[in-house]
Protein backbone atom coordinates (compact mmCIF):
# COMPACT_ATOMS: atom_id res chain seq x y z
CA UNK A 1 0.00 0.00 0.00
CA UNK A 2 2.73 2.25 0.85
CA UNK A 3 4.70 1.33 -2.26
CA UNK A 4 1.62 2.50 -4.09
CA UNK A 5 1.35 5.98 -2.48
CA UNK A 6 5.31 6.35 -3.37
CA UNK A 7 4.69 5.35 -6.97
CA UNK A 8 1.48 7.77 -7.65
CA UNK A 9 3.45 10.54 -5.61
CA UNK A 10 6.50 9.99 -8.10
CA UNK A 11 4.15 9.58 -10.95
CA UNK A 12 2.26 12.67 -10.18
CA UNK A 13 5.86 14.08 -10.02
CA UNK A 14 7.23 13.03 -13.36
CA UNK A 15 3.51 14.55 -14.49
CA UNK A 16 3.96 17.93 -13.28
CA UNK A 17 8.03 17.93 -14.19
CA UNK A 18 6.64 16.85 -18.09
CA UNK A 19 4.19 19.92 -18.27
CA UNK A 20 6.77 22.55 -16.52
CA UNK A 21 9.27 21.69 -19.54
CA UNK A 22 7.21 21.71 -22.71
CA UNK A 23 6.27 24.94 -21.33
CA UNK A 24 9.55 25.77 -20.70
CA UNK A 25 10.17 24.73 -24.36
CA UNK A 26 7.07 25.95 -25.99
CA UNK A 27 7.72 29.26 -24.61
CA UNK A 28 11.47 29.75 -25.15
CA UNK A 29 9.75 28.66 -28.82
CA UNK A 30 7.32 31.41 -28.77
CA UNK A 31 10.41 34.03 -27.77
CA UNK A 32 12.88 32.62 -30.31
CA UNK A 33 10.75 32.96 -33.33
CA UNK A 34 9.54 36.60 -32.01
CA UNK A 35 13.43 37.52 -32.14
CA UNK A 36 14.21 36.37 -35.16
CA UNK A 37 10.75 38.20 -36.70
CA UNK A 38 12.49 41.35 -35.60
CA UNK A 39 16.03 40.26 -36.91
CA UNK A 40 14.17 39.99 -40.15
CA UNK A 41 12.80 42.69 -39.80
CA UNK A 42 16.03 44.43 -39.27
CA UNK A 43 17.40 42.59 -41.90
CA UNK A 44 14.91 44.55 -44.59
CA UNK A 45 16.19 47.49 -43.42
CA UNK A 46 19.49 46.65 -43.64
CA UNK A 47 20.26 47.32 -40.35
CA UNK A 48 23.16 44.92 -39.58
CA UNK A 49 23.50 45.32 -35.44
CA UNK A 50 20.31 45.76 -34.53
CA UNK A 51 19.82 42.56 -36.59
CA UNK A 52 22.21 40.06 -35.17
CA UNK A 53 21.18 41.55 -31.74
CA UNK A 54 17.66 39.88 -32.05
CA UNK A 55 19.80 37.10 -34.14
CA UNK A 56 21.72 36.57 -30.95
CA UNK A 57 18.79 36.20 -29.05
CA UNK A 58 16.83 34.19 -30.95
CA UNK A 59 19.63 31.80 -31.37
CA UNK A 60 20.16 31.81 -27.56
CA UNK A 61 16.28 30.54 -27.64
CA UNK A 62 17.09 27.73 -29.53
CA UNK A 63 15.76 28.99 -32.88
CA UNK A 64 17.21 26.85 -35.77
CA UNK A 65 16.91 29.46 -38.46
CA UNK A 66 18.53 31.70 -36.54
CA UNK A 67 21.40 30.29 -35.21
CA UNK A 68 22.04 29.43 -39.44
CA UNK A 69 21.44 33.18 -40.20
CA UNK A 70 23.86 34.16 -37.51
CA UNK A 71 26.43 31.84 -38.85
CA UNK A 72 25.88 33.47 -42.16
CA UNK A 73 26.50 37.14 -40.26
CA UNK A 74 30.09 35.99 -39.25
CA UNK A 75 30.83 33.88 -42.38
CA UNK A 76 29.79 37.26 -44.63
CA UNK A 77 31.02 39.70 -41.78
CA UNK A 78 28.10 41.59 -42.02
CA UNK A 79 26.98 43.18 -38.45
CA UNK A 80 29.70 40.94 -36.80
CA UNK A 81 33.54 40.28 -37.73
CA UNK A 82 34.52 37.93 -40.18
CA UNK A 83 34.79 34.28 -38.11
CA UNK A 84 34.38 31.11 -40.93
CA UNK A 85 35.12 28.95 -37.54
CA UNK A 86 32.18 30.08 -35.56
CA UNK A 87 29.70 30.54 -38.87
CA UNK A 88 31.04 26.99 -39.53
CA UNK A 89 29.97 25.70 -35.65
CA UNK A 90 26.95 27.63 -35.63
CA UNK A 91 26.11 25.88 -39.01
CA UNK A 92 25.89 22.74 -37.49
CA UNK A 93 24.07 23.94 -34.65
CA UNK A 94 20.95 24.85 -36.73
CA UNK A 95 21.02 21.02 -37.57
CA UNK A 96 18.76 22.72 -40.68
CA UNK A 97 19.73 21.68 -44.32
CA UNK A 98 20.41 25.26 -45.46
CA UNK A 99 23.17 24.72 -42.53
CA UNK A 100 24.75 21.94 -43.82
CA UNK A 101 24.94 23.53 -46.97
CA UNK A 102 26.46 26.79 -46.18
CA UNK A 103 28.85 24.35 -44.22
CA UNK A 104 30.05 22.49 -46.76
CA UNK A 105 30.76 25.82 -49.11
CA UNK A 106 32.97 26.14 -46.39
CA UNK A 107 35.13 23.18 -47.08
CA UNK A 108 34.14 23.02 -50.48
CA UNK A 109 35.56 26.82 -50.66
CA UNK A 110 38.76 25.40 -48.42
CA UNK A 111 37.62 28.38 -46.10
CA UNK A 112 38.48 25.48 -43.31
CA UNK A 113 41.73 25.06 -44.28
CA UNK A 114 44.84 26.89 -43.42
CA UNK A 115 46.41 26.89 -46.56
CA UNK A 116 43.08 28.30 -48.23
CA UNK A 117 42.99 25.37 -50.27
CA UNK A 118 40.62 21.90 -49.36
CA UNK A 119 42.67 19.33 -48.71
CA UNK A 120 41.25 15.92 -49.75
CA UNK A 121 39.28 15.20 -46.03
CA UNK A 122 37.86 18.87 -47.04
CA UNK A 123 36.28 17.67 -50.15
CA UNK A 124 35.07 14.82 -48.67
CA UNK A 125 33.85 16.17 -45.98
CA UNK A 126 31.94 18.87 -47.63
CA UNK A 127 30.83 16.63 -50.36
CA UNK A 128 29.16 14.57 -47.37
CA UNK A 129 27.11 17.30 -45.99
CA UNK A 130 26.18 18.74 -49.89
CA UNK A 131 24.82 15.41 -50.72
CA UNK A 132 23.03 15.27 -47.11
CA UNK A 133 21.64 19.14 -47.46
CA UNK A 134 20.07 17.81 -51.25
CA UNK A 135 18.57 14.79 -49.90
CA UNK A 136 17.03 17.19 -46.91
CA UNK A 137 15.49 18.70 -50.29
CA UNK A 138 17.73 21.97 -49.72
CA UNK A 139 16.95 23.75 -53.34
CA UNK A 140 20.67 25.25 -53.69
CA UNK A 141 22.25 21.67 -52.97
CA UNK A 142 20.74 20.77 -56.29
CA UNK A 143 22.00 23.74 -57.70
CA UNK A 144 25.05 23.48 -56.66
CA UNK A 145 25.75 19.36 -56.97
CA UNK A 146 24.03 20.35 -60.98
CA UNK A 147 27.09 22.67 -61.89
CA UNK A 148 29.77 21.44 -59.91
CA UNK A 149 29.38 17.65 -62.04
CA UNK A 150 28.26 19.86 -65.33
CA UNK A 151 31.58 21.92 -65.08
CA UNK A 152 33.90 19.57 -63.03
CA UNK A 153 35.68 20.90 -60.01
CA UNK A 154 38.82 19.99 -58.35
CA UNK A 155 39.52 16.41 -58.49
CA UNK A 156 35.51 15.51 -59.64
CA UNK A 157 35.56 15.42 -63.06
CA UNK A 158 32.17 16.98 -64.98
CA UNK A 159 29.52 13.83 -65.49
CA UNK A 160 26.87 15.27 -67.86
CA UNK A 161 24.42 12.75 -66.63
CA UNK A 162 24.50 13.45 -62.60
CA UNK A 163 24.78 16.95 -63.63
CA UNK A 164 21.37 16.76 -65.68
CA UNK A 165 19.42 14.72 -62.86
CA UNK A 166 20.01 16.84 -59.87
CA UNK A 167 18.51 19.57 -62.18
CA UNK A 168 15.79 17.95 -63.46
CA UNK A 169 15.65 16.72 -59.12
CA UNK A 170 15.25 20.52 -58.80
CA UNK A 171 12.80 21.22 -61.70
CA UNK A 172 10.20 18.43 -59.90
CA UNK A 173 10.53 21.39 -56.80
CA UNK A 174 8.71 23.58 -59.03
CA UNK A 175 12.18 25.71 -58.78
CA UNK A 176 12.86 28.13 -61.97
CA UNK A 177 16.13 27.95 -61.66
CA UNK A 178 15.74 23.96 -61.90
CA UNK A 179 13.02 24.44 -65.05
CA UNK A 180 16.27 27.10 -66.61
CA UNK A 181 19.08 24.90 -66.27
CA UNK A 182 16.90 21.86 -67.78
CA UNK A 183 15.98 24.05 -70.62
CA UNK A 184 20.12 23.89 -70.87
CA UNK A 185 20.75 21.27 -70.84
CA UNK A 186 18.07 20.38 -73.41
CA UNK A 187 19.55 22.92 -75.44
CA UNK A 188 23.23 22.17 -75.43
CA UNK A 189 22.90 18.32 -75.22
CA UNK A 190 23.65 18.22 -71.44
CA UNK A 191 22.90 14.73 -70.37
CA UNK A 192 20.42 14.06 -72.53
CA UNK A 193 19.65 14.18 -76.34
CA UNK A 194 19.15 17.91 -77.51
CA UNK A 195 15.70 18.64 -77.98
CA UNK A 196 14.56 22.01 -79.25
CA UNK A 197 10.82 21.70 -77.57
CA UNK A 198 11.48 20.50 -74.46
CA UNK A 199 14.42 23.29 -74.41
CA UNK A 200 11.69 26.01 -75.00
CA UNK A 201 8.84 23.82 -72.68
CA UNK A 202 10.87 24.42 -69.33
CA UNK A 203 12.42 27.85 -70.59
CA UNK A 204 8.97 29.30 -70.63
CA UNK A 205 8.13 27.02 -67.31
CA UNK A 206 11.01 29.19 -65.30
CA UNK A 207 10.00 32.64 -67.49
CA UNK A 208 6.11 31.77 -66.39
CA UNK A 209 7.78 32.19 -62.73
CA UNK A 210 9.40 35.51 -63.84
CA UNK A 211 12.91 33.91 -63.63
CA UNK A 212 14.97 37.06 -65.19
CA UNK A 213 17.65 34.74 -67.63
CA UNK A 214 14.58 32.74 -68.81
CA UNK A 215 12.59 35.76 -69.22
CA UNK A 216 15.48 37.40 -71.61
CA UNK A 217 15.95 34.17 -73.25
CA UNK A 218 12.55 33.85 -74.13
CA UNK A 219 12.50 36.97 -75.37
CA UNK A 220 15.88 36.60 -77.68
CA UNK A 221 14.27 33.65 -78.99
CA UNK A 222 10.68 35.66 -80.40
CA UNK A 223 13.32 38.11 -81.12
CA UNK A 224 15.57 36.39 -83.60
CA UNK A 225 13.22 33.03 -84.34
CA UNK A 226 15.24 30.29 -82.68
CA UNK A 227 13.01 27.03 -82.15
CA UNK A 228 9.94 29.43 -82.53
CA UNK A 229 8.26 31.47 -84.79
CA UNK A 230 9.54 34.49 -84.94
CA UNK A 231 7.47 37.33 -83.10
CA UNK A 232 8.60 40.89 -82.44
CA UNK A 233 5.72 41.64 -80.28
CA UNK A 234 6.26 38.99 -78.06
CA UNK A 235 9.79 39.55 -77.54
CA UNK A 236 8.89 43.07 -76.92
CA UNK A 237 6.76 42.06 -74.00
CA UNK A 238 8.99 39.68 -72.64
CA UNK A 239 12.17 42.52 -72.97
CA UNK A 240 9.93 44.60 -71.04
CA UNK A 241 8.57 42.39 -68.47
CA UNK A 242 12.39 41.53 -67.69
CA UNK A 243 12.88 45.44 -67.35
CA UNK A 244 10.05 45.89 -64.55
CA UNK A 245 11.42 43.28 -62.60
CA UNK A 246 14.48 45.03 -62.83
CA UNK A 247 16.45 43.02 -65.21
CA UNK A 248 19.59 44.89 -67.02
CA UNK A 249 19.65 42.62 -70.14
CA UNK A 250 16.50 43.09 -70.54
CA UNK A 251 16.84 46.85 -70.28
CA UNK A 252 19.21 46.68 -72.45
CA UNK A 253 17.39 44.95 -75.54
CA UNK A 254 14.18 47.09 -74.61
CA UNK A 255 16.40 49.99 -75.43
CA UNK A 256 17.09 48.77 -78.65
CA UNK A 257 12.91 48.44 -79.93
CA UNK A 258 13.12 51.99 -78.70
CA UNK A 259 16.27 53.48 -80.33
CA UNK A 260 14.89 51.68 -83.76
CA UNK A 261 10.81 52.61 -83.31
CA UNK A 262 10.14 48.74 -83.12
CA UNK A 263 6.67 47.51 -81.78
CA UNK A 264 6.78 51.22 -80.53
CA UNK A 265 7.58 54.81 -81.11
CA UNK A 266 10.95 55.86 -81.51
CA UNK A 267 12.32 57.29 -78.17
CA UNK A 268 15.74 58.18 -77.38
CA UNK A 269 15.64 59.40 -74.43
CA UNK A 270 13.55 56.49 -72.94
CA UNK A 271 16.73 54.17 -74.64
CA UNK A 272 18.83 56.32 -72.63
CA UNK A 273 17.10 56.06 -69.83
CA UNK A 274 16.95 52.00 -70.25
CA UNK A 275 20.65 52.06 -71.08
CA UNK A 276 21.58 53.80 -68.34
CA UNK A 277 20.09 51.54 -65.75
CA UNK A 278 21.41 48.38 -67.40
CA UNK A 279 24.62 49.91 -67.17
CA UNK A 280 24.88 50.45 -63.91
CA UNK A 281 23.94 46.87 -62.97
CA UNK A 282 25.85 44.81 -64.80
CA UNK A 283 25.62 44.50 -69.01
CA UNK A 284 28.63 44.90 -70.29
CA UNK A 285 27.03 45.34 -73.99
CA UNK A 286 24.72 48.87 -72.16
CA UNK A 287 28.01 50.09 -70.69
CA UNK A 288 29.96 49.79 -74.39
CA UNK A 289 26.54 51.19 -76.77
CA UNK A 290 25.81 54.26 -74.17
CA UNK A 291 29.86 55.20 -74.12
CA UNK A 292 29.82 55.63 -78.21
CA UNK A 293 26.56 56.85 -77.55
CA UNK A 294 28.21 60.04 -75.38
CA UNK A 295 31.83 59.32 -77.65
CA UNK A 296 29.25 61.00 -80.62
CA UNK A 297 27.48 63.47 -78.80
CA UNK A 298 30.16 66.63 -79.65
CA UNK A 299 27.69 69.21 -78.79
CA UNK A 300 28.38 69.18 -75.29
CA UNK A 301 32.29 69.29 -73.54
CA UNK A 302 31.49 66.41 -71.04
CA UNK A 303 29.89 64.00 -72.84
CA UNK A 304 34.37 62.76 -73.54
CA UNK A 305 34.04 62.09 -69.86
CA UNK A 306 30.99 60.64 -69.34
CA UNK A 307 32.26 58.21 -72.06
CA UNK A 308 34.87 57.53 -70.50
CA UNK A 309 32.89 56.40 -67.57
CA UNK A 310 30.54 54.01 -69.23
CA UNK A 311 33.56 52.30 -70.38
CA UNK A 312 35.50 52.31 -67.51
CA UNK A 313 32.12 50.70 -65.99
CA UNK A 314 31.99 48.25 -69.14
CA UNK A 315 35.63 46.96 -68.27
CA UNK A 316 34.43 46.13 -64.32
CA UNK A 317 32.15 43.68 -66.27
CA UNK A 318 34.84 42.04 -68.69
CA UNK A 319 33.28 43.76 -72.12
CA UNK A 320 36.10 43.69 -74.80
CA UNK A 321 34.50 46.35 -76.63
CA UNK A 322 34.56 48.51 -73.34
CA UNK A 323 38.29 47.75 -73.07
CA UNK A 324 38.91 48.60 -76.55
CA UNK A 325 37.36 52.02 -76.59
CA UNK A 326 39.05 52.77 -73.29
CA UNK A 327 42.41 51.74 -74.77
CA UNK A 328 41.85 54.12 -77.83
CA UNK A 329 40.68 57.09 -76.12
CA UNK A 330 44.11 56.20 -74.01
CA UNK A 331 46.83 56.13 -76.70
CA UNK A 332 44.97 58.99 -78.14
CA UNK A 333 45.65 61.44 -75.35
CA UNK A 334 49.29 60.10 -74.88
CA UNK A 335 48.60 57.85 -71.81
CA UNK A 336 50.61 54.89 -73.38
CA UNK A 337 50.78 53.07 -70.20
CA UNK A 338 47.15 52.56 -69.56
CA UNK A 339 46.38 51.81 -73.15
CA UNK A 340 49.12 49.53 -73.03
CA UNK A 341 47.77 47.58 -70.03
CA UNK A 342 44.27 48.02 -71.32
CA UNK A 343 44.91 46.45 -74.92
CA UNK A 344 46.52 43.87 -73.24
CA UNK A 345 43.34 42.77 -70.98
CA UNK A 346 41.44 43.10 -74.21
CA UNK A 347 43.65 40.74 -75.66
CA UNK A 348 43.42 38.32 -72.91
CA UNK A 349 39.65 38.31 -73.26
CA UNK A 350 40.08 36.80 -76.84
CA UNK A 351 40.32 40.03 -79.19
CA UNK A 352 42.94 39.70 -81.88
CA UNK A 353 42.91 43.36 -82.54
CA UNK A 354 43.83 44.34 -79.33
CA UNK A 355 46.72 42.02 -79.35
CA UNK A 356 47.81 43.39 -82.40
CA UNK A 357 47.51 46.78 -81.25
CA UNK A 358 49.03 45.45 -77.86
CA UNK A 359 51.80 43.89 -80.01
CA UNK A 360 52.61 47.33 -81.72
CA UNK A 361 52.89 49.29 -78.66
CA UNK A 362 55.22 46.97 -77.35
CA UNK A 363 57.45 47.56 -81.21
CA UNK A 364 57.55 51.11 -80.71
CA UNK A 365 58.46 51.15 -76.76
CA UNK A 366 54.85 53.03 -75.84
CA UNK A 367 53.96 52.63 -72.32
CA UNK A 368 56.50 49.71 -72.06
CA UNK A 369 59.97 48.92 -72.40
CA UNK A 370 60.27 48.46 -76.38
CA UNK A 371 60.66 44.34 -77.01
CA UNK A 372 60.62 43.62 -81.15
CA UNK A 373 61.35 40.08 -81.30
CA UNK A 374 58.45 39.56 -78.57
CA UNK A 375 55.82 42.17 -80.45
CA UNK A 376 57.26 40.27 -84.05
CA UNK A 377 56.16 37.31 -82.52
CA UNK A 378 52.64 38.12 -81.38
CA UNK A 379 52.25 39.84 -83.95
CA UNK A 380 53.31 36.93 -86.61
CA UNK A 381 50.12 34.91 -84.22
CA UNK A 382 47.56 37.38 -85.06
CA UNK A 383 48.19 37.42 -88.49
CA UNK A 384 47.99 34.09 -88.93
CA UNK A 385 45.23 33.01 -86.60
CA UNK A 386 43.09 36.03 -87.14
CA UNK A 387 43.81 36.59 -91.01
CA UNK A 388 44.55 40.25 -89.81
CA UNK A 389 45.86 42.47 -93.46
CA UNK A 390 47.44 44.93 -90.87
CA UNK A 391 49.07 42.22 -89.02
CA UNK A 392 50.76 40.81 -92.29
CA UNK A 393 51.71 43.93 -93.50
CA UNK A 394 53.40 45.00 -90.07
CA UNK A 395 55.16 41.60 -90.33
CA UNK A 396 56.03 43.00 -93.82
CA UNK A 397 57.86 45.98 -92.57
CA UNK A 398 59.56 43.69 -90.14
CA UNK A 399 61.00 41.42 -92.81
CA UNK A 400 62.17 44.92 -95.14
CA UNK A 401 64.00 46.36 -91.79
CA UNK A 402 64.81 43.89 -89.49
CA UNK A 403 62.74 44.57 -86.70
CA UNK A 404 62.53 41.62 -84.23
CA UNK A 405 63.34 39.44 -86.96
CA UNK A 406 65.82 38.41 -89.60
CA UNK A 407 65.85 41.00 -93.21
CA UNK A 408 64.06 38.62 -95.57
CA UNK A 409 62.61 39.98 -98.83
CA UNK A 410 61.01 37.03 -100.06
CA UNK A 411 58.78 36.63 -96.98
CA UNK A 412 58.10 40.63 -97.13
CA UNK A 413 56.47 40.55 -100.29
CA UNK A 414 54.76 37.08 -99.35
CA UNK A 415 53.44 38.95 -96.32
CA UNK A 416 52.43 41.85 -98.11
CA UNK A 417 50.75 39.91 -101.09
CA UNK A 418 48.59 38.24 -98.53
CA UNK A 419 47.63 41.44 -97.04
CA UNK A 420 46.85 43.00 -100.26
CA UNK A 421 44.66 39.90 -101.39
CA UNK A 422 42.82 39.72 -98.01
CA UNK A 423 41.87 43.34 -99.00
CA UNK A 424 40.78 46.26 -96.92
CA UNK A 425 44.39 47.15 -95.87
CA UNK A 426 45.59 49.59 -98.78
CA UNK A 427 49.18 49.69 -97.22
CA UNK A 428 50.05 46.59 -97.80
CA UNK A 429 48.86 47.31 -101.58
CA UNK A 430 51.24 50.18 -101.61
CA UNK A 431 54.33 48.15 -100.03
CA UNK A 432 53.40 45.72 -102.69
CA UNK A 433 53.64 48.18 -105.09
CA UNK A 434 56.98 49.29 -104.06
CA UNK A 435 58.35 45.85 -104.06
CA UNK A 436 56.96 45.11 -108.12
CA UNK A 437 58.70 48.25 -109.00
CA UNK A 438 62.15 47.62 -107.14
CA UNK A 439 62.20 44.26 -107.26
CA UNK A 440 62.36 43.23 -103.55
CA UNK A 441 61.60 39.55 -102.98
CA UNK A 442 59.86 39.58 -106.42
CA UNK A 443 60.87 40.36 -110.04
CA UNK A 444 60.50 44.12 -110.99
CA UNK A 445 56.47 44.55 -112.88
CA UNK A 446 55.39 47.77 -113.76
CA UNK A 447 52.26 46.50 -114.76
CA UNK A 448 51.46 45.01 -111.38
CA UNK A 449 53.03 47.71 -109.79
CA UNK A 450 50.43 50.38 -111.33
CA UNK A 451 47.64 47.95 -110.41
CA UNK A 452 48.62 47.44 -106.81
CA UNK A 453 49.03 51.51 -106.91
CA UNK A 454 46.00 52.05 -108.32
CA UNK A 455 44.59 49.64 -105.33
CA UNK A 456 45.60 51.46 -102.68
CA UNK A 457 44.65 54.85 -104.02
CA UNK A 458 40.88 53.52 -104.04
CA UNK A 459 41.66 53.20 -100.40
CA UNK A 460 42.84 56.06 -99.67
CA UNK A 461 47.20 55.60 -99.17
CA UNK A 462 48.06 59.08 -99.73
CA UNK A 463 51.31 57.75 -100.43
CA UNK A 464 49.81 55.84 -103.12
CA UNK A 465 47.98 58.70 -104.79
CA UNK A 466 51.35 60.89 -105.18
CA UNK A 467 53.13 57.92 -106.36
CA UNK A 468 50.33 57.28 -109.60
CA UNK A 469 50.21 61.14 -109.82
CA UNK A 470 53.92 61.25 -110.41
CA UNK A 471 53.76 57.86 -112.80
CA UNK A 472 50.59 59.84 -115.11
CA UNK A 473 53.10 63.11 -114.57
CA UNK A 474 56.16 61.79 -115.67
CA UNK A 475 54.63 59.39 -118.26
CA UNK A 476 57.10 56.48 -115.94
CA UNK A 477 54.75 53.18 -116.51
CA UNK A 478 51.68 54.50 -117.95
CA UNK A 479 50.63 57.01 -120.91
CA UNK A 480 51.86 60.52 -119.87
CA UNK A 481 48.58 62.30 -118.54
CA UNK A 482 48.62 65.52 -116.86
CA UNK A 483 44.76 65.14 -116.38
CA UNK A 484 44.57 62.20 -114.79
CA UNK A 485 47.68 63.37 -112.27
CA UNK A 486 45.74 66.29 -111.81
CA UNK A 487 42.97 64.19 -110.82
CA UNK A 488 44.67 62.16 -108.46
CA UNK A 489 45.77 65.38 -106.88
CA UNK A 490 42.77 66.56 -105.84
CA UNK A 491 41.81 63.73 -104.71
CA UNK A 492 44.23 63.83 -101.88
CA UNK A 493 43.58 67.47 -101.45
CA UNK A 494 39.61 67.12 -101.37
CA UNK A 495 39.16 64.06 -99.56
CA UNK A 496 42.28 63.11 -97.59
CA UNK A 497 43.74 67.03 -96.97
CA UNK A 498 47.45 65.08 -97.81
CA UNK A 499 49.90 67.80 -97.56
CA UNK A 500 51.82 66.34 -100.37
CA UNK A 501 49.10 66.31 -102.91
CA UNK A 502 48.67 69.90 -101.89
CA UNK A 503 52.41 70.79 -103.00
CA UNK A 504 51.98 68.41 -106.05
CA UNK A 505 48.90 70.32 -107.11
CA UNK A 506 50.59 73.60 -106.79
CA UNK A 507 53.27 72.17 -108.73
CA UNK A 508 50.98 71.57 -111.65
CA UNK A 509 49.02 75.32 -111.43
CA UNK A 510 53.16 76.79 -111.47
CA UNK A 511 53.80 74.84 -114.53
CA UNK A 512 50.60 74.63 -116.29
CA UNK A 513 50.81 70.60 -116.07
CA UNK A 514 46.85 69.60 -116.69
CA UNK A 515 45.60 73.39 -115.24
CA UNK A 516 46.10 76.50 -116.34
CA UNK A 517 48.94 78.49 -115.21
CA UNK A 518 48.07 80.59 -111.49
CA UNK A 519 50.83 81.45 -109.75
CA UNK A 520 48.40 82.90 -107.22
CA UNK A 521 46.40 79.11 -106.17
CA UNK A 522 50.16 77.61 -106.57
CA UNK A 523 51.50 79.76 -103.91
CA UNK A 524 47.90 79.02 -101.97
CA UNK A 525 47.97 75.29 -102.06
CA UNK A 526 51.78 75.66 -101.05
CA UNK A 527 50.37 77.53 -98.04
CA UNK A 528 47.99 74.88 -97.09
CA UNK A 529 50.54 72.54 -96.81
CA UNK A 530 53.32 74.94 -94.88
CA UNK A 531 50.64 75.69 -92.44
CA UNK A 532 50.77 72.10 -91.47
CA UNK A 533 54.47 72.10 -91.01
CA UNK A 534 54.96 69.89 -93.74
CA UNK A 535 58.21 70.34 -95.22
CA UNK A 536 58.17 70.32 -98.84
CA UNK A 537 55.39 73.09 -98.10
CA UNK A 538 57.48 75.10 -96.22
CA UNK A 539 60.50 74.85 -98.68
CA UNK A 540 58.31 75.98 -102.20
CA UNK A 541 56.48 78.81 -100.08
CA UNK A 542 60.10 80.00 -99.58
CA UNK A 543 61.00 79.21 -103.15
CA UNK A 544 57.60 81.66 -103.73
CA UNK A 545 58.80 84.25 -101.83
CA UNK A 546 62.34 84.50 -102.74
CA UNK A 547 61.27 84.07 -106.50
CA UNK A 548 57.98 86.15 -106.45
CA UNK A 549 56.07 83.53 -107.66
CA UNK A 550 52.09 83.83 -107.12
CA UNK A 551 53.26 86.51 -104.32
CA UNK A 552 55.25 89.60 -103.86
CA UNK A 553 59.04 89.08 -103.60
CA UNK A 554 60.61 89.00 -100.13
CA UNK A 555 63.75 87.45 -99.51
CA UNK A 556 63.95 88.44 -95.77
CA UNK A 557 60.50 86.23 -95.77
CA UNK A 558 61.88 83.44 -97.94
CA UNK A 559 64.44 82.80 -95.59
CA UNK A 560 61.70 82.60 -92.34
CA UNK A 561 60.15 79.94 -94.42
CA UNK A 562 63.90 78.23 -95.41
CA UNK A 563 64.09 77.83 -91.75
CA UNK A 564 61.58 76.47 -90.61
CA UNK A 565 61.48 74.02 -94.04
CA UNK A 566 65.27 73.15 -92.63
CA UNK A 567 64.06 72.52 -88.82
CA UNK A 568 61.67 70.06 -90.21
CA UNK A 569 64.08 67.97 -92.16
CA UNK A 570 63.83 69.50 -95.86
CA UNK A 571 67.40 68.69 -97.03
CA UNK A 572 67.78 71.47 -99.51
CA UNK A 573 66.35 74.05 -97.10
CA UNK A 574 68.91 73.30 -94.81
CA UNK A 575 71.55 73.75 -97.13
CA UNK A 576 70.00 76.91 -98.36
CA UNK A 577 69.62 77.88 -94.32
CA UNK A 578 73.64 77.12 -94.06
CA UNK A 579 74.79 78.98 -96.96
CA UNK A 580 72.73 82.39 -96.24
CA UNK A 581 74.10 82.27 -92.66
CA UNK A 582 77.71 81.51 -94.23
CA UNK A 583 77.91 84.62 -96.14
CA UNK A 584 74.85 86.31 -94.14
CA UNK A 585 72.71 89.14 -96.15
CA UNK A 586 71.09 92.51 -95.46
CA UNK A 587 68.17 90.55 -93.35
CA UNK A 588 70.26 88.14 -91.24
CA UNK A 589 74.21 88.29 -89.83
CA UNK A 590 76.39 85.49 -90.94
CA UNK A 591 76.65 83.12 -87.88
CA UNK A 592 78.93 80.15 -88.88
CA UNK A 593 78.11 78.44 -85.99
CA UNK A 594 74.01 78.25 -87.53
CA UNK A 595 75.80 77.44 -90.75
CA UNK A 596 77.84 74.46 -89.82
CA UNK A 597 75.12 73.72 -87.78
CA UNK A 598 72.52 73.53 -91.09
CA UNK A 599 75.27 72.43 -93.42
CA UNK A 600 75.96 69.66 -91.03
CA UNK A 601 72.28 68.32 -91.01
CA UNK A 602 71.83 68.81 -94.41
CA UNK A 603 75.40 66.71 -95.13
CA UNK A 604 74.45 64.17 -93.12
CA UNK A 605 71.32 63.57 -95.01
CA UNK A 606 74.39 62.90 -97.97
CA UNK A 607 73.58 66.48 -99.89
CA UNK A 608 76.18 66.53 -101.82
CA UNK A 609 76.49 70.46 -102.25
CA UNK A 610 75.90 71.12 -98.49
CA UNK A 611 79.21 68.23 -97.88
CA UNK A 612 81.50 70.35 -99.96
CA UNK A 613 80.33 73.67 -98.44
CA UNK A 614 81.04 72.59 -94.90
CA UNK A 615 84.46 70.75 -95.84
CA UNK A 616 85.31 74.54 -97.18
CA UNK A 617 84.18 75.69 -94.19
CA UNK A 618 86.41 73.73 -92.07
CA UNK A 619 89.35 73.74 -94.24
CA UNK A 620 88.87 70.36 -95.23
CA UNK A 621 88.34 67.88 -98.31
CA UNK A 622 84.97 66.81 -99.46
CA UNK A 623 83.77 63.50 -99.20
CA UNK A 624 83.93 62.92 -102.95
CA UNK A 625 87.82 63.81 -103.06
CA UNK A 626 88.69 61.24 -100.07
Keep these: MQNNIIYNKVRQLAIYLFFLLAATVTFAQQSGDEYYQKAKAM ?44 AAKLYERSGTA ?107 KAADQDFADAVCQLGDMYNYGRYVTRDMAQAFDLYSRGAHNGDADCCYRLAQFYLKGEQVEADTAQAIELLEYASNNGNGEA ?207 DEYDDPESYCNLGYCYETGHGVLLNSEKAFNLYKAAADNDYPRGLFCVANCYAEGIGVKQNSEKAFEYYVKAADQGHVVAQYVAGMVYRKGDTYVKADSKKARHYLGLSASQGYEPAETALATMKGGKTKSNK
Design 43 to 86: IEDDNAQEAVKFLKKAAKAGHADAICNLGYCYDMAWGVKHDVKK
Design 287 to 493: CYQLGQWYLSDTTQAESLATACVCFAKGVQQDNVGCMMELASLYAKFGVYASAFEMYGRAARGGSGLAAYRYAVMMQRGQGTEADEEAAFNIIKAVARYDTMPEAYNNLGVCYIHGTGCDKNPVEAFNCFDTAAHLGGCGQAMYHLAVCYEHGVGCKEDSVQMIRWLDSASRHGVTEAISALGHCYESGRYVPQSYEKAVALYMLGT
Design 98 to 204: EGEYLLSMCYLGGEMSKGGEPTDNDMQKGMTLLYSSANRGYPAAFKMLGNIYERGFRDIEPNYDSAFVYYRRLADMDNPLGYYNLSRCYDEGIGCEADSSLMVYYCR
